[in-house]
C-alpha cells in the first residue's frame, strides 16, 4: 500500500476488521456520486485498494458492465479484493488487479474515467508524486477523487472522560498525539493530518473544478452499546491493545514522538497515562457509562483534468 510504511507497520488490513463496513452511510455515497457525475459505464482505478473496502461501495453504484482495478503492493490483499468484489451486488462488472507501488502503476496513460484512493495517501513519503501517477492515469474529463482524515483529531482524548479528568493529564495526552503525528511524518511514514492539504494537493497537480466535503459519518459510541457498529468499535479497541496493533505498537509509538521532539521520560510518562486512560474507558464502557460522539474529520475531494 504505501512505501516505508509497509516495511515498518502492519497495513491496516491487517488490523481493520468489521468496523471499517462502517465508515459511510449509503445515502451519502449515493449523493456523492450523484455529484460526480460519472459516465456510466465507467472504468475505475482504485489505488492502494487493500482488501476492497472502497471499491466495494463504489461498484454497487456503478452500471454492470463498468470494470474495477485495484493496485496494491500486497498480493494476499489483491487476492482479497477480488473475492470481495465478486459478489452478486457487483454481478457483471469487470474486475482485474494490478500489484505495483502507487508511485509506478503499469496501466496505459489516460485510461480510467476515475482514479481514487481512500486512506492511501497519509501513509506515503511523497503524497504528491502519487497523485502526478493518478493523473497520469485518468482520461481528459475523468477525475480524481480522494479520502483522506486528519488523523490528529482522532487521536486526541475527546470523550465523555474528559472532563473528570485532570486537566495536565489532558495536555499531556494532547502533546503526545501531536508529537506522534509530526515525528511519523518526519520519519517519512507519512503526514496524518493530509486530509487538511487534499485541495492543495489536487491544484499542485493541474487539477481543476476541485470540490471537498466530508464524510457525515461519526463513530459514536453509547450505552447500551448494542448495535453491530458499537460491537465492532469496541471490539477493535480491545483487539489493538491485547495483541499491540495500530494505536497500541509502543515501539512504534515511541519511535514516532522522539522524532516529534518529545523525551523518553515525556514518552514513559505519557504511555502510561494513555493506557491508563484505555483502563478507565473499558471500565465505563462495562458500567455503561462511558459515550464519545466519535466525531472525525474524514475529507473528500475530487478535481477533474483538463485538456
Known amino acids: 500500500m504505501s512505501d516505508e ?9 491487517e488490523y481493520f476488521g468489521a468496523e471499517r463496513d462502517y465508515f459511510w452511510n449509503a445515502d451519502y455515497l449515493d449523493l456523492l456520486f450523484g455529484r460526480l457525475g460519472l459516465p456510466q459505464p465507467a472504468a475505475i482505478l482504485d489505488v492502494g485498494c ?6 466495494r461501495l463504489i461498484a454497487r453504484r456503478l452500471s454492470p458492465s463498468s470494470s474495477v482495478t485495484g493496485v496494491d503492493r500486497e498480493a494476499v490483499h489483491l487476492a482479497a479484493f477480488e473475492r470481495g468484489l465478486a459478489t452478486t451486488e457487483t454481478a457483471g462488472l469487470s474486475v482485474s488487479t494490478l500489484q505495483a507501488s502507487a508511485y509506478d502503476i503499469p496501466a496505459p496513460s489516460a485510461t480510467f474515467d476515475l482514479v481514487t484512493c481512500q486512506t492511501l495517501l497519509l501513509h506515503l513519503r511523497e503524497p504528491a508524486k502519487a497523485l502526478g501517477e493518478m493523473k497520469r492515469l485518468v482520461k481528459l474529463g475523468g477525475q480524481i477523487l480522494c479520502v483522506e482524515p486528519n488523523n490528529l483529531v482522532g487521536r486526541l482524548p475527546i470523550s465523555s472522560l474528559m472532563s473528570v479528568m485532570p486537566v495536565d493529564e489532558v495536555v499531556r495526552l494532547s502533546e503526545f498525539a501531536l508529537r506522534y503525528v509530526i515525528g511519523r511524518a518526519r520519519r517519512g511514514l507519512g503526514d496524518e493530518t493530509i486530509g487538511e492539504s487534499l485541495p492543495g494537493l489536487l491544484a499542485e497537480a493541474g487539477l481543476q473544478d476541485i ?3 466530508l464524510c457525515d459519518r461519526a463513530a459514536a459510541v453509547f450505552p447500551p452499546y448494542d448495535t453491530a457498529e458499537q460491537a465492532a468499535l469496541l471490539d477493535a479497541g480491545r483487539r489493538w491493545r491485547r495483541e499491540g496493533l495500530g494505536p ?15 523525551s523518553e521520560a515525556f514518552f514513559e510518562r505519557a504511555w502510561a497515562d ?3 486512560l484505555d483502563d478507565r474507558i473499558a471500565e ?3 458500567n455503561g457509562r462511558w459515550h464519545t460522539a466519535g466525531g472525525t474529520l474524514f475529507y473528500v475531494a475530487a ?5
Do not use: I, N, Q
Open 284 to 286: 465505563a464502557a462495562a
Open 248 to 262: 497500541f505498537d509502543k515501539a512504534e509509538m515511541r519511535s514516532c514522538v522522539l522524532a516529534g521532539e518529545g
Open 274 to 276: 494513555y493506557l491508563r
Open 211 to 213: 470540490r471537498v466535503w
Open 50 to 55: 487493500g482488501e476492497g473496502h472502497w471499491a
Open 303 to 307: 478535481g477533474r483534468r483538463g485538456p
Open 5 to 13: 510504511a509497509t516495511r515498518r507497520m502492519p497495513h491496516s488490513a
